[in-house]
């Protein structure tokens, strides 16, 4: 039993130790709920994008690939 109040007593740093851990998991938990909400809201709005007929562009190829699709885009054409 002594060693569990030793513990939570941390060697008479519970004051600094125990409020700050309270303190961090708290940020973190705010940071978490912060992040789900603009998750979603942003799923929303990409939802109703799509709903209007937005089409979502594809991020640009890289240098090597565009390269070759364009080379290929140009045998296409002839």
Do not use: K, N
């Not at 740093?13 to 940071?31: C, R």
């Not at 979502?56 to 054409?77: G, L």
């Amino acid at each position: 039993m002594e060693e569990i109040t030793a513990f939570f007593e941390m060697g008479g740093y519970a004051a600094f130790v125990w409020p700050s851990l309270g303190l961090t998991a708290a940020v973190m938990a705010g940071l978490l709920i912060a992040t789900l909400r603009q998750l979603r809201s942003r799923q929303r709005r990409l939802a109703e994008l799509e709903a209007g007929g937005a089409v979502r562009r594809r991020r640009a190829a890289a240098p090597q690939a565009a390269s070759a699709t364009s080379s290929e885009a140009e045998e296409a054409r002839l």
